[in-house]
C-alpha cells in the first residue's frame, strides 16, 4: 500500500536553529499538509498545499515556518529560529484529486528543541 | 474547536463489535463524516467517511443517523491492535470551504483481552 514517507524520524535542534523537515507525499497526489502535535495535546493543523502554492494556513503557520515543494517528489516545512515551544511530533500528509477521500498520514518527525 | 462530541473514552472485549458515537449537530449540508484514528504516536490513520448514507469498507462501518446529526463507527470484531484514539470529524468534502482537519480529543478506545 503506498505510504507518506517522512524523514528524518526524529530530529534534535539547538533553539535557534533552522530545521527542514522532509516528506515524500504518495505519488499521484496533489494535496499536501503538514499537522504537528505537540505531546499530550490535539493533532493541529498547519498548512495546506496545492498547485504549487499555500491553499490554507492555520495562525500557528506564521513568518517563522514556510513549506516548498521543491521537485516532483518532496514536500518540505522549514521552521527558522525554533524555539523550545516548536518541540512536537510533525504529521506530513497527502490526499488525491478529489479532497473529499481520506488524507494518508506519514509516521511523523519528532522534533526536539534544546 | 472541533464540531463533533465524542466520549473520552471506552472499553471493549476482544472480538466483540465496538460502536463509537459521535454527536455533531451543527453539521452542515455539504460537510462529510470522517473517521480517523491514531495509535500511540504514529500518524492518524483514515478509516472511512460519509456524507449520509452508511458506509462500510474492510476497516469499519459507518452509520449516520437520517438527520445526520450523529453517527457511529462500527469495528465488527475489535482487536487489540484496534486499541487507538478515534477522532470523528466534519469537513466540506468538495468546492468551497476549509479542507483542513479539526481534530478534537477523541475516544480512546481500549479493547480488553
Known amino acids: 500500500e503506498p505510504e507518506v514517507t517522512q524523514t528524518p524520524s526524529h530530529q534534535v535542534t539547538q533553539m535557534g536553529q533552522e530545521v527542514i523537515l522532509r516528506c515524500v507525499p504518495i505519488s499521484n497526489h496533489l494535496y499536501f499538509y503538514w499537522y504537528r502535535q505537540i505531546l499530550g495535546q490535539k493533532v493541529e493543523f498547519l498548512v495546506s498545499f496545492y498547485n504549487n502554492e499555500i491553499s490554507e494556513k492555520s495562525e500557528i503557520f506564521d513568518d517563522q515556518f514556510s513549506v516548498e515543494r521543491p521537485d516532483g517528489s518532496n514536500f518540505t516545512l522549514k521552521i527558522r529560529s525554533t524555539k523550545l515551544e516548536d518541540s512536537a511530533m510533525y504529521f506530513c500528509?497527502?490526499?488525491?484529486?478529489?479532497?473529499?477521500?481520506?488524507?494518508?498520514f506519514g509516521s511523523g518527525t519528532r522534533l526536539t528543541v534544546v | 474547536d472541533a464540531k463533533t462530541t465524542q466520549p473520552p473514552s471506552m472499553d471493549c472485549a476482544e472480538g466483540r463489535a465496538a460502536n463509537l458515537p459521535c454527536n455533531h449537530s451543527t453539521i452542515s449540508g455539504n460537510e462529510y463524516v470522517y473517521w480517523y484514528r491514531q495509535i500511540h504516536s504514529q500518524g492518524p490513520q483514515y478509516i472511512i467517511h460519509?456524507?449520509?448514507n452508511n458506509e462500510t469498507n474492510e476497516m469499519a462501518s459507518l452509520i449516520i443517523t437520517e438527520d445526520r446529526k450523529s453517527s457511529t463507527l462500527i469495528l465488527p470484531h475489535a482487536t487489540l491492535r484496534d486499541t487507538a484514539v478515534y477522532y470523528c470529524?466534519?469537513?466540506?468534502?468538495?468546492?468551497?470551504?476549509?479542507?483542513?482537519?479539526?481534530f478534537g480529543k477523541g475516544t480512546k478506545l481500549s479493547v480488553i483481552p
Open positions: 500528509a497527502s490526499s488525491p484529486t478529489a479532497p473529499r477521500r481520506g488524507y494518508t
Open positions: 470529524i466534519v469537513r466540506v468534502g468538495s468546492g468551497a470551504g476549509s479542507y483542513q482537519l479539526t
Open positions: 460519509g456524507l449520509k
